[in-house]
């Protein structure tokens, strides 16, 4: 008994191991370039998101980060860690059209941004921008976490929608604050009001350095029937061209749960410093590439140097500029003084003699003398 008792364990053991489920390969992380600061160029601050496939950060060794640039690697001067990317600026813009007053939206809305409030760590500021066909600043960038609840207890709904307008402003906002800076972008419907387009924002966002991450709040199915239709094509758009991230949620705890997901991703990044080969601001765009050794995880960036007038290598001397300024001078003269010497040449030529005309030649003749008188004798 005890031997076929074995038996039968040794065959179930064997048929549970032939009909287990193939252990599932562990997902590629996902790396994103989120903030390209060119701010101290030719030194650079690249800011890179590494999270799995539901967008939760992913610890890893900072020294797996490797950069290149135009497909050269280049050296790192340094990496910081997770957590140690210092102060984060959030500018929170929050749809307040009119359709955000129905199905509870804007208090789905207001809920969402306090919990992004409340996770805030002590050196990070936020700002709240509203906007339906205007932007109205209702808190400037703080610290001072009772402002900004205040500010999303304010929110009023009225009116159409501006999203790309606002973002615009938002993106001037944040301009001149240094370090990583982000725009999270909430709206229920589709743009209907803007003067500004997508390609108008996605430009400004990498002249000012910063990502934009967006959260559609509605029904997708509604688009092209309403003005409450979700446009989420062009708010994935918007997120994958300016470095940031997007959600779609549909009720007021999917809702949280992002803004929650994303102040986590945002504290979780790394930031890698370099300074670039090329240090001329020649204008044309530079592409980077992050990868993560021993990954095929990878991600794709650009920047642009800037620079009103192209830069070059080395300028010329004062002489030969002087010389080149003197002919170009010569140059747009020239026309004037042909024109000058011509004139002056036409007023001092001589008057020609017109020629006599010919004809028969007239002969004076010598008067004849008058006839003698005869002679009358007196008698």
Same mark, same amino acid.
């Given at each position: ?149 205040? %500010? #999303?207890? =304010? @929110?009023?709904?009225?009116? !159409? *929608? &501006?999203?790309?307008?606002? +973002? ?13 800076? %982000? #725009?999270? =972008? @909430?709206?229920?419907?589709? !743009? *209907? &009001?803007?003067?500004?387009? +997508? ?17 559609? @709040? ?29 959600? @779609? ?131």
């Amino acid at each position: 008994m005890q031997i076929r008792f074995t038996r039968w364990l040794a065959l179930l053991s064997l048929a549970a191991f032939a009909f287990a489920p193939a252990p599932q390969a562990e997902a590629e992380p996902r790396l994103q370039v989120t903030q390209i600061d060119r701010s101290q160029f030719p030194t650079l601050q690249v800011y890179v998101s590494v999270t799995d496939a539901d967008g939760e950060p992913l610890p890893i060794a900072p020294e797996q980060l490797q950069l290149f640039e135009n497909g050269e690697a280049v050296r790192l001067e340094s990496v910081a860690g997770r957590g140690e990317i210092g102060p984060l600026t959030t500018l929170l813009v929050i749809d307040v059209s009119g359709s955000m007053a129905v199905k509870g939206k804007l208090k789905a809305a207001q809920a969402a941004a306090h919990a992004y409030i409340d996770q805030m760590r002590d050196n990070d500021q936020a700002g709240v921008l509203a906007f339906n066909v205007e932007s109205d600043l209702l808190q400037p960038i703080t610290r001072n976490r009772q402002a900004l609840h205040a %500010a #999303i207890d =304010a @929110l009023e709904t009225h009116n !159409d *929608t &501006a999203l790309y307008d606002a +973002l615009i402003e938002g993106a001037e906002l944040l301009e001149s604050i240094q370090g990583r800076k %982000a #725009i999270i =972008a @909430l709206t229920d419907g589709m !743009d *209907t &009001a803007s003067q500004a387009t +997508l390609d108008g924002v996605v430009t400004r966002t990498m002249e000012g350095g910063l990502s934009i991450s967006a959260i559609g @709040l509605g029904d997708r199915s509604q688009l092209g029937v309403s003005f409450a239709g979700l446009d989420d094509e062009a708010l994935q758009q918007l997120a994958a061209r300016a470095g940031g991230s997007f959600g @779609l949620a549909t009720d007021r705890e999917a809702l949280t749960g992002l803004y929650q997901l994303l102040g986590r991703a945002l504290q979780s990044e790394y930031r890698l410093t370099y300074t670039t080969q090329a240090p001329l601001r020649d204008g044309l765009n530079r592409q980077l590439t992050v990868q993560l050794s021993e990954s095929a995880a990878a991600a794709e960036a650009a920047y642009n140097p800037g620079g009103i007038l192209p830069e070059v290598a080395a300028y010329p001397s004062w002489t030969l500029f002087a010389a080149s300024l003197g002919v170009l001078v010569g140059l747009m003269l020239l026309p004037g003084l042909i024109r000058a010497g011509r004139d002056r040449f036409r007023k001092s030529e001589p008057l020609g003699k017109k020629p006599a005309a010919k004809g028969a030649r007239v002969k004076l003749r010598e008067e004849s003398k008058p006839p003698a008188q005869p002679r009358v004798k007196l008698r």
